[in-house]
């Protein structure tokens, strides 16, 4: 008998768990909170689709990329297949994000956030 994990099992926060969480930091009702997450979305859809880049700064950004025809071995069969060239969606981290995924913290923000100098750079061929 096969037992059915929840979403929260799995630390996935689901849209309408998002929906609620944004409503309750912004103050707004859930049928506002509602409209504005799907009108969010469908925004960062057409804008995409239209081959336009949607940033966020400090978030991240999505933008349409393309991806080249290859050679793969299937999986029934294992003869060779050519998939199509096609374009895919791409997400690129902000700086903000990807340092709250480093730290752990959940609201990382970088308001107050000390910046450190880059690392000096190691010479070639060298350890």
Known sequence: MKTQTSAKEQ?????DDLIHQIAAKAGLNLKETSQA?????????????????VRLMGFG??????VAARRVKSIRGGQQIT???HKRVGFSVGA????????GKPG???AGAKKSAPAPARPVGKK
């Open 37 to 53: 997450v799907e009108a969010f979305t469908e925004v960062v859809r057409e804008e995409v689709a239209k081959g336009h880049e």
């Open 61 to 66: 950004a999505w933008n349409l990329r393309s």
């Open 108 to 110: 990382t923000s970088s």
């Open 11 to 15: 630390n996935i926060v689901s849209k």
């Open 96 to 103: 903000v994000l990807a340092q709250a995924a480093q730290e």
């Open 83 to 85: 998939l199509p060239a």
